[in-house]
């Protein structure tokens, strides 16, 4: 505690320019006037500790705007953070420090009777103790009651009335309240008036621009990012990096949502004219946000959704899309939202005076981000609602060149592949990688999941046989050989795919089974060579193809053990399965007896 209040009286001298200390409504010389917005004082707020009486809740986008670009009132003790500027395209342009992605080492979940034996324990979800936790939470506190305004924050998580939940975020920064204003559910104002007068589900406490304490036990840096499912409260301490709210609310969904029997889902999800809801699971680069965003088919969203009993939902009011090397030739629906109302965080600009932006410039980070409301994409689906999925599709980037480029799965194999969450870095990428580099991340976003694998998988496959989905493993990877020989898959096939599954024309055609991996594969799939669909097939060196198909499989195995302890032995068994030197002998003993009678 004295340590705290010796780096709050730091923090006083370092903003002795009156940022600290100053009202920042108080305006003269014709300047707008905020005072009556604030909120100083609210009896919901003093309820959870915020004193402060600078407070704005739930401000206009073009107020955000005014006050992020105000230099006067906008300096921070932290120069490297940045300016904030407004882009040539309209949007907001703000620089998050030295954090310029999530810190998921510096993520700690609460341990206590709630969560000791229902979270899923371990590198993701890292258990802290109750007063530790507080200590982070009194931190955070103490701070925004000292700086010089607050933003507040009201929003849904989900757009279904019957399972949504009401958020309150608290924070410093105008352009975190855009972010989060773009990211939540936008209440009407009669939902303000009366819904969250009655009080909210969850707390966020954003903090970032203050460090945390390592001397608390179980903080290693000067970022701190505390999860209490019990009390329902996410705290951030020293990062400025808009995404760690996103990302942590997508964590709080993923807890509360399967433990009321209703499937959270790191997934996209479009809509076709016949209302027929096809769901998209991928890790990053492998086609997600780019085969959802069909022009004959109605985008409900770009990243979370829940399965419930009546159908889907998106849980974000907005999108959150990678700027890195975009183009409107490339992505013309994300390169058009970027306009007023956008977020775009940590770019560069070709000519500053300009404020042109350069996509292609990775000075600061290739994790460069934009957060913009669903409304900036044409033809999105709003509510963002639908019915039950007709189609699942499991996204891969396969570069070893093994996997087909489509195969239908079987439940077990469903929940095999689910659980696995497949798909693989391509060599050169990084320096000294000479070969694919495998990535599996369970049901494509362990990172964001508190309970087991299983236990999603499991509601994923009820869901399946209940509703009659159908489950299809697409490969956008490599064909004809693992990386560097061969080459990707045309995208033109890969949509051909996808359309074949829309149409139905898959779900009527005759399989084959592949070797070792078990995958029934289409024999034919219109307007695609038939020799294309087997792997096999492709590869000129077919002894090669033998190894090179083993290892992967071996990969798969040796990944799939940190869940064979409560998954089922039906589903460990639909993955690839490799004969020990051991079966291969005894076979051939077998063999021989059968020869000699």
């Known amino acids: 505690a004295a340590g705290m209040q010796r780096a709050l009286k730091s923090f006083a001298r370092i903003t002795s320019r009156g940022y600290a200390t100053r009202a920042y409504p108080e305006y003269s010389n014709g300047r707008v006037d905020y005072s009556k917005r604030n909120i100083g004082g609210d009896k919901s707020l003093l309820d959870v500790?915020?004193?402060?009486?600078?407070?704005?809740?739930?401000?206009?986008?073009?107020?955000?705007?005014?006050?992020?670009i105000d230099k006067e009132y906008n300096w921070t003790h932290d120069p490297k953070s940045g300016p904030v500027y407004i882009g040539e395209n309209g949007a907001l342009c703000a620089y998050s420090s030295t954090e310029t992605g999530r810190s998921p080492k510096e993520r700690r979940v609460r341990l206590d009777a709630l969560t000791k034996d229902d979270v899923y324990w371990g590198s993701v979800n890292i258990p802290m103790d109750p007063e530790n936790v507080s200590v982070n939470r009194q931190r955070a506190i103490d701070y925004l009651n000292r700086v010089g305004r607050l933003f507040v924050v009201d929003g849904y998580l989900g757009y279904d009335p019957n399972w949504r939940m009401k958020v309150r975020c608290v924070m410093e920064l105008p352009y975190h309240a855009l972010f989060m204003r773009n990211m939540l559910v936008r209440p009407t104002k009669k939902e303000l008036a009366e819904d969250f007068s009655k009080g909210v589900d969850f707390h966020v406490?954003?903090?970032?621009?203050?460090?945390?304490?390592?001397?608390?036990?179980?903080?290693?840096?000067?970022?701190?990012?505390?999860?209490?499912?019990?009390?329902?409260?996410?705290?951030?301490?020293?990062?400025?990096y808009a995404g760690e709210m996103k990302k942590g609310l997508f964590g709080v969904m993923n807890y509360f949502m399967p433990t009321k029997g209703q499937l959270s889902m790191h997934a996209s999800a479009n809509e076709g004219k016949d209302k027929d809801i096809s769901l998209f699971f991928g890790l990053?680069?492998?086609?997600?946000?780019?085969?959802?965003?069909?022009?004959?088919?109605?985008?409900?969203?770009d990243d979370e959704h829940v399965w419930t009993d009546d159908g889907i939902f998106n849980i974000e009011g907005g999108c959150y899309a990678k700027m890195c090397f975009l183009s409107r030739e490339k992505e013309p629906a994300i390169y058009d939202a970027l306009k007023f109302g956008a977020v775009m965080e940590n770019i560069r600009f070709h000519d500053v005076n300009d404020r042109d932006v350069d996509y292609d410039n990775i000075d600061i980070t290739e994790n460069t981000r934009a957060s913009y409301p669903l409304e900036h994409i044409p033809g999105a689906k709003l509510p963002a609602l639908g019915g039950h999925p007709k189609n699942i599709i499991f996204l891969t980037c396969d570069a070893y060149g093994i996997l087909p480029p489509v195969a239908k799965l079987t439940p077990q194999q469903a929940m095999y592949?689910?659980?696995?969450?497949?798909?693989?870095?391509?060599?050169?990428?990084?320096?000294?990688?000479?070969e694919p580099v495998p990535s599996f991340s369970a049901c494509y976003g362990e990172a964001f999941i508190p309970l087991h694998p299983y236990r999603y998988a499991k509601l994923l496959a009820e869901k399946m046989e209940k509703y009659k989905a159908n489950v299809w493993l697409v490969n956008s990877g490599w064909s004809g050989g693992c990386y560097p020989a061969g080459g990707r898959m045309d995208l033109k096939i890969t949509r051909k795919i996808i359309d074949a599954i829309h149409t139905g024309e898959l779900e009527k055609a005759k399989t084959t089974k592949m070797d070792v991996f078990g995958l029934h594969v289409p024999t034919q799939v219109s307007g695609v060579d038939p020799k294309v669909l087997m792997p096999i097939n492709t590869w000129d060196n077919?002894?090669?193809?033998?190894?090179?198909?083993?290892?992967?499989?071996?990969?798969?195995?040796?990944?799939?053990?940190?869940?064979?302890?409560?998954?089922?032995?039906?589903?460990?068994?639909?993955?690839?399965?490799?004969?020990?030197?051991?079966?291969?002998?005894?076979?051939?003993?077998?063999?021989?007896?059968?020869?000699a009678d």
């Open 205 to 240: 406490f954003n903090g970032g621009m203050f460090r945390a304490d390592p001397q608390n036990k179980g903080v290693k840096t000067k970022v701190s990012v505390t999860i209490d499912l019990e009390n329902r409260e996410q705290v951030v301490l020293g990062s400025l």
């Open 284 to 301: 990053s680069g492998t086609g997600k946000t780019t085969l959802s965003a069909d022009p004959e088919r109605a985008l409900i969203g």
């Open 542 to 595: 077919k002894e090669e193809y033998d190894k090179v198909m083993k290892k992967l499989a071996k990969k798969f195995i040796d990944n799939f053990k940190r869940y064979e302890k409560d998954t089922p032995e039906e589903v460990i068994k639909a993955g690839p399965v490799l004969q020990t030197l051991y079966q291969i002998e005894n076979q051939l003993s077998l063999l021989h007896i059968c020869a």
């Open 49 to 68: 500790g915020i004193t402060n009486p600078y407070v704005y809740r739930n401000m206009s986008v073009a107020e955000l705007y005014e006050m992020a």
């Open 417 to 434: 592949q689910f659980i696995t969450g497949y798909t693989a870095k391509v060599a050169g990428t990084e320096v000294g990688i000479k």
